[in-house]
């Protein structure tokens, strides 16, 4: 009934194993986990391979990528859905399973579970993921229904194994960012409906703000191309807020480049050491934009 499709990179995925297990044992329906390691540092391999009982679990010999390694589960998967979950979530409720197994059963094409942020503020060299993962992606079900293909995130969804055979993750897009934005426009495209649950996974392992700034550069590299890629489609655009107000703004992007340019230095060093403003990183987003559109 149920494949659970774990993708691994260098993260000790011992205790989340452990309570899927525990909680397929409590439904006594036919599940499987499959754990795929990316390449991960020796370390992590060979903590994974002490925890692997009852589960499927393969290496690969190269790391090959976030949207590649999430289709390659098809090669493994035998049930009919397929659930993502990304290897660094952290369970925090006894039902997870149990309300994936209970919305099968209106046999649902795509179901988003959510995503939600530790309420304790972390330390200052972790508050930038943080700030922008509690303000921008631990949204309620009800918000995320308004927009349910723009709302869609990698890291605890559902999908029919027959529809995503059909529509897949971009294989061109190798690294870090917006590999689920393409998917979520791919999968509006084909008018396939999203349906948004309150059935959260806690994002347990947040990135430094260093960390997260450099997968941030990252991201927005990939937005450029994923731009090439859907050919500028207006549709595209006007569903992620970015580029649509690059595209507002376009007639004055000259003179924002050159104010980003001159701020640049000082505004990294802020959200750097912690000095989080969400206006002053959209900004700083805008400005990378800015910057990668003008190369093209």
């Known amino acids: 009934m149920l494949s659970i499709c774990i993708p691994i990179y260098n993260f000790d995925v011992s205790l989340l194993v452990t309570e899927l297990l525990k909680q397929i044992e409590i439904t006594k329906h036919p599940a499987e986990i499959i754990l795929i390691d990316d390449f991960s540092n020796n370390n992590f391999k060979e903590i994974n391979r002490k925890n692997i009982e009852n ?4 290496e690969l010999d190269e790391n090959i990528g976030r949207a590649k390694i999430r289709n390659l589960f098809l090669k493994y998967a035998k049930y009919d859905f397929l659930l993502f979950i990304d290897c660094d979530s952290q369970i925090v409720t006894s039902d997870i399973i149990s309300k994936y197994l209970e919305i099968i059963k209106q046999n649902p094409s795509v179901v988003c579970g959510g995503s939600i942020y530790d309420k ?3 330390s200052r060299n972790k508050l930038l993921r943080w700030k922008y993962g509690i303000q921008k992606e631990s949204q309620t079900q009800e918000l995320r229904n308004k927009f349910p293909n723009k709302s869609f995130m990698t890291n605890n969804f559902l999908i029919k194994k027959q529809l995503f055979e059909k529509i897949n993750f971009d294989e061109s897009i190798t690294k870090y ?4 934005t393409l998917f979520g426009y791919s999968l509006k495209k084909a008018n396939i409906p999203v349906i948004h649950i309150n059935n959260p996974l806690l994002n347990a392992d947040i990135d430094t703000n260093v960390e997260y700034l450099n997968k941030t550069k990252q991201g927005i590299s990939n937005l450029v191309n994923i731009l090439k890629i859907v050919e ?3 549709e595209f655009i006007n569903d992620i807020s970015i580029l649509a107000f690059y595209y507002k703004i376009k007639p004055i992007s000259n003179i924002i480049y050159i104010i980003f340019k001159i701020k640049k230095p000082f505004i990294h060093y802020l959200l750097s050491k ?3 403003s969400l206006t002053m990183f959209n900004f700083y987003k805008l400005g990378l934009f800015i910057e ?3 190369k093209i």
């Open 55 to 58: 589960t499927i679990y393969i």
């Open 120 to 122: 304790n503020k972390p």
């Open 177 to 180: 960012g917006h590999e689920d």
């Open 232 to 234: 500028f489609d207006k």
């Open 274 to 276: 912690g000095y989080v």
């Open 292 to 294: 990668k559109m003008r």
